[in-house]
């Protein structure tokens, strides 16, 4: 299980152009922090900040403790594993 603790409710939409058609387009960002595990099976002692999308029309996730959902983990067009950022609510565990 990976863990996320999620501290925060806000997003941020950072402006932009598309480089290719010159249209402004906006996506919307949460902060989220990854309790990583080494190889050796040891977690980190302080989890690390990173930044996902949150999907059109749908909530930022509320604060608390959260695993990183299998059914996020997918090949990608170049059958590459990826990651998309879902996450499910560990119970019992309210930051």
Same mark, same amino acid.
């Given at each position: 299980?990976?863990? @996320?603790?999620?501290?925060?409710?806000?997003? *941020?939409? +950072? +402006?932009?152009?598309?480089?290719?058609?010159?249209?402004? &387009?906006? *996506?919307?960002?949460?902060?989220? &922090?990854?309790?990583? @595990? /080494? @190889?050796?099976?040891?977690? /980190?002692?302080? +989890?690390?900040? *990173?930044?996902?999308?949150?999907?059109?029309?749908?909530? $930022?996730?509320?604060?608390?403790? &959260?695993?990183?959902? #299998?059914?996020?983990?997918?090949? #990608?067009?170049?059958?590459? +594993?990826? @990651?998309?950022?879902?996450?499910?609510?560990? $119970?019992?565990?309210? #930051?």
């Amino acid at each position: 299980m990976i863990k @996320v603790s999620i501290t925060s409710d806000k997003t *941020f939409t +950072p +402006p932009g152009i598309s480089p290719k058609t010159q249209k402004p &387009y906006t *996506f919307r960002l949460q902060t989220g &922090y990854l309790h990583e @595990v /080494s @190889v050796d099976g040891e977690v /980190s002692e302080i +989890p690390s900040k *990173f930044e996902f999308f949150v999907e059109d029309g749908k909530p $930022a996730y509320p604060r608390g403790t &959260y695993a990183l959902a #299998d059914s996020g983990v997918y090949l #990608d067009r170049d059958g590459k +594993p990826a @990651v998309r950022i879902i996450l499910t609510p560990l $119970a019992g565990k309210k #930051d």
